[in-house]
């Protein structure tokens, strides 16, 4: 069934999750205030995520690299960027990233209350990125304070401040960009350096292209990566059994997990897409040039496809859209799967017990933002 009045999405409140619920057992999709269609059913959502003929990624006024490009364009600049994000070239950093959060665990104060989602997600994520980018320390604090400010402008709707704060993150990047470009004996090798040095089509990445990357890379995942650890304690807290579970598990068991639980609770709401040409999607005639919404948070909760949404990493993984689907799925995945498995890891290892705190129950974010802005937790 389709839904041709446009409905607010911003009317999900706390909890996009329970809102697209609502709405998938009487539409497969609808079409929102913004004009655009969003699609609420896993089948849709995924037909639609690998049909690169008739939907296009290009859907930003601004340089998207890579995943706002089609055909070809979108194939060489992937194939090169890739090579940052494959198991091989992460391995060096798995030391690096058990380093850090050896050390932000060991100063978390044990029976007090904690915001893990701040206290511990964000900064995690700051300090992580910092260390494989190539990134001074010193950034921190603009780091930490410029996530604050994007996830208030992604609350608020309105575009202007939105566009002002990522204009402030380009800023951040094309000063690194520019110190690694001034270095004239060229000695430093870090990720962001490599980058400098990459070329598509015979020619060096601009600074631009490089911006739109780094963009990609960490302004998002940042955000994506702090919300996940709050989603994660959160469930964990809900149900203390996985603590035995992931304490005794192997690598791979960890993170098919924690790929459940996002599932359940997806904080990577959706992306976009553009109509090339006339389509029909659930009975409903969609004109080309339309803008199209590919809600993984409701695809990922699809009653029909995960058995009323029951907990089984092993059953759902093949059907699971946490990171996307196809040669547009997110690029990071493997950065940010070893990222929260050590977080995680490494923080159940110090603690034995996680509780949420009497009269401060968890708070949700608020669409289009995902999962939670606060995670009040006492850690024992």
């Known amino acids: 069934m389709t839904e041709k009045l446009p409905i607010d999405l911003s009317l ?27 699609l609420l ?3 849709n959502v995924m037909a639609t995520a690998l049909d690169h003929e008739r939907f296009s990624s290009h859907v930003s006024r601004y340089l998207q690299i890579p995943n706002g490009l089609d055909g070809e364009e979108h194939t060489q600049y992937r194939a090169v960027l890739d090579r940052y994000l494959t198991h091989e070239a992460l391995t060096p950093f798995i030391p690096v990233f058990e380093r850090v959060t050896s050390e932000l665990i060991a100063q978390v104060p044990k029976g007090k209350v904690i915001d893990v989602v701040n206290d511990i997600g964000a900064v995690f994520a700051v300090r992580a990125q910092c260390q494989w980018l190539g990134w001074p320390a010193e950034l921190e604090p603009r780091l930490l304070a410029w996530m604050k400010e994007n996830h208030a402008a992604t609350r608020s709707g309105k575009h202007e401040w939105t566009a002002n704060v990522a204009e402030e993150f380009d800023d951040i990047v094309r000063e690194i960009i520019q110190s690694r470009r001034a270095e004239q004996n060229g000695t430093a090798d870090d990720i962001t350096a490599q980058l400098c040095r990459e070329m598509v089509n015979g020619k060096l990445l601009t600074d631009q292209e490089i911006v739109s990357i780094l963009r990609n890379w960490t302004g998002g995942d940042l955000g994506s990566i702090a919300l996940c650890v709050g989603v994660l304690i959160a469930y964990i807290a809900e149900h203390p059994e996985l603590m035995t579970t992931i304490k005794t598990s192997s690598n791979e068991q960890v993170e098919a ?62 059907k699971n859209l946490v990171y996307g689907i196809g040669k547009h799925a997110c690029p990071g ?48």
């Open 12 to 38: 999900a409140g706390n909890d996009v999750r329970a809102f697209t619920d609502e709405l998938r057992t009487k539409h497969a999709i609808i079409k929102n205030t913004s004009g655009e269609w969003v």
């Open 41 to 43: 059913k896993h089948a």
């Open 257 to 318: 997990i924690i790929n459940e639980i996002l599932r359940i609770d997806n904080p990577f709401v959706s992306n976009r897409r553009v109509t090339k040409c006339p389509v029909h999607i659930s009975g409903q005639d969609i004109p080309a040039g339309a803008k199209i919404q590919l809600n993984w948070t409701s695809a990922n909760r699809d009653q029909a496809v995960f058995d009323n949404n029951q907990f089984d990493p092993i059953k759902n993984a093949d």
């Open 333 to 380: 995945q493997l950065l940010a799967s070893l990222e929260l498995r050590i977080a995680l890891q490494t923080l159940l290892s110090s603690f034995n017990n996680i509780s949420f705190v009497d009269g401060q129950p968890p708070e949700r974010e608020v669409a289009p933002v995902g999962g939670y802005h606060r995670v009040p937790v006492i850690l024992s």
